[in-house]
Every structure is written in structure tokens, then in C-alpha cells.
């Protein structure tokens, strides 16, 4: 298991909670709403859920911001766009964007495990623009094209 160092700082102060693995084998860290007031998500409503925290990685990693499975198949709650990518440049606060899929409103409280947030290494490609690419026993198929 590869480990990296990573800077965290609160961005408003106060005493939210930092990030923590909730199992000895967990491989992401439970991110937390740091919210004022209650946050009410409609159903088919998306909004986007402060952390407070914000973070610098070491060159070459990412840190990608995952839904909680619990919250996904109990209320319907999902990331728009997962995984979120926290580039090592970035140093913004890290926001999470929920929506509900469910049917009832879902309602956000401040220091709520809202996502989780996993630390991976990267590779940096260099594009090579070629006329035609290796053929392959795939070839082009995709989209279901091994079954349903």
C-alpha cells in the first residue's frame, strides 16, 4: 500500500472534522458537510455541500471525491460528477455536489458524512497522433457489446 503525505488546512477555522478512514482497510477517508444552517435537497435538486477543508497533495497524486454507498440505496444521493478529481495544484475548498435521486426530501446537517475521498497516484500521458492505431480482438466494439 503506497502512503502520501497530505496538508489539510480548515478553511473557516472552527472544529469540523478532519477526514478519517472509519475502518482499518477503508480506502477512503469520510468527507463531512461543514454547513451554518440545514441544507434541504428536493428530489431531482443538486447543490453544492462545503467541506471547509482544503488540501495539497504531493506531485502525482489525485484525491477523488466518491458517493457513500449508504446514502446512494437508503435515500437516493448521489455525486453529480463521480468521481470528482482534486487536482495537486488545486487549493479551493472542496465542495461536494449532491443530488437526490430518491423521492423524499433529504435534508443536510452540518458535520454529515457526505462523500469519501480516496488518494491515488497518476500517470501523465503524451499523446502520439498516429494515421491508424494497433488492431485488437475488440476491435471498435463497446457499449454492451459483450452482452447486456
Known amino acids: 500500500m503506497e502512503r502520501c503525505v497530505v496538508k489539510v488546512r480548515r478553511v473557516r ?34 447543490k453544492l455541500v462545503p467541506t471547509g477543508l482544503a488540501i495539497a497533495l504531493p506531485d502525482g497524486f489525485e484525491a477523488q471525491i466518491r458517493p457513500r454507498s449508504g446514502l446512494a440505496l437508503k435515500h437516493g444521493i448521489a455525486l453529480v460528477n463521480s468521481p470528482g478529481t482534486i487536482d495537486p495544484d488545486y487549493r479551493g475548498e472542496i465542495g461536494v455536489i449532491l443530488i437526490n435521486h430518491g423521492s ?45
Open 13 to 46: 477555522g472552527g472544529d469540523q472534522n478532519l477526514p478519517c478512514y472509519m475502518t482499518v482497510h477503508a480506502a477512503g477517508m469520510d468527507l463531512c458537510a461543514d454547513l451554518v444552517d440545514d441544507l434541504v435537497l428536493n428530489p431531482g435538486e443538486r
Open 104 to 148: 423524499e426530501p433529504f435534508v443536510v446537517r452540518r458535520g454529515e458524512r457526505i462523500a469519501q475521498m480516496v488518494f491515488a497516484p497518476f500517470a501523465r500521458a503524451e499523446l502520439v497522433e498516429v494515421d491508424e492505431l494497433d488492431e485488437t480482438a475488440r476491435g471498435e466494439g463497446g457499449f454492451g457489446h459483450t452482452g447486456r
